[in-house]
C-alpha cells in the first residue's frame, strides 16, 4: 500500500459541512486504510492499493458526489510530493515579499500549459505574487487573502479548479509523513 494526501475543495466551506468522522468514513469505505483528517477543511491522509493519483482522484470525487450529493474536486498527492512542495520557494528572491506575507499553496490536476503559467506568471498586482511550478500554484499575499484582487480572477485565468491551502497547513500535513 503507498500512502497518499488529498486535498478536497468545498469541504466545510460555502455551506457545506461534513463532520471528519464522516469524511473519514466516506474515505474507509473506498477501502482506504489508515486514514487521518488533518483540519477541519478537507486534508486526508490514507493507504491505497491504487499508485495512478488521477485515477484515485476520479474515484474519490465520484464517491463523494455520490455520498454527499455535490461535486467536491480532489487533488492527491504523494509524501514525497509534499515535501518537494514545502520545500520549494519561488518567491526567494522577491523584493515584493515582506514578513507581512502569506503564502498559499494551490493544488492543480495537472501542470498548466506553458501559455497559462506564463500569464500567471506575469500577473503581479501590489498585494499578489503568483508562481507555479510542476502541479501547484504558490500565491504570496501581502495582507489578508480578501484584501487580494486576483483571488478573484484566478480561476477564470487559469481555466482550471484548484484549491487552496496556507503554507503553515501544508507543511504541517508534511511532517506528519516524514
Known amino acids: ?34 486514514v487521518v483528517t488533518v483540519i477541519a477543511s478537507g486534508n486526508v491522509l ?56 502569506v503564502l498559499y499553496i494551490g493544488f492543480l490536476k ?4 506553458a501559455d497559462i503559467c506564463k500569464a500567471v506568471d506575469g500577473c503581479p498586482t501590489p498585494t499578489d505574487e503568483v508562481r507555479i511550478h510542476g502541479r501547484e500554484l504558490y ?7 480578501s484584501d487580494s484582487t486576483y483571488g478573484r480572477v484566478l480561476e477564470k485565468t487559469r481555466k482550471a479548479s484548484t484549491t487552496l491551502r496556507n503554507v503553515t497547513t501544508v507543511k504541517r500535513i508534511a511532517e506528519l509523513e516524514s
Do not use: C
Open 1 to 34: 500500500m503507498a500512502r497518499h494526501i488529498a486535498f478536497l475543495r468545498a469541504i466545510n466551506v460555502g455551506g457545506h459541512t461534513v463532520k471528519m468522522d464522516r469524511l473519514r468514513a466516506l474515505f474507509e469505505a473506498l477501502g482506504f486504510r489508515n
Open 110 to 113: 495537472a501542470k498548466p500549459p
Open 46 to 101: 490514507f493507504d491505497a492499493t491504487a499508485k495512478d493519483t488521477s485515477a484515485l482522484e476520479r474515484r474519490i470525487e465520484r464517491h463523494l458526489e455520490k455520498e454527499l450529493g455535490y461535486a467536491v474536486d480532489t487533488f492527491v498527492r504523494s509524501p514525497a510530493d509534499l515535501q518537494a512542495i514545502v520545500a520549494h520557494d519561488p518567491f526567494a528572491t522577491s523584493r515584493q515579499r515582506t514578513s507581512e506575507s
Open 139 to 145: 500565491w504570496s499575499i501581502n495582507g489578508r487573502l
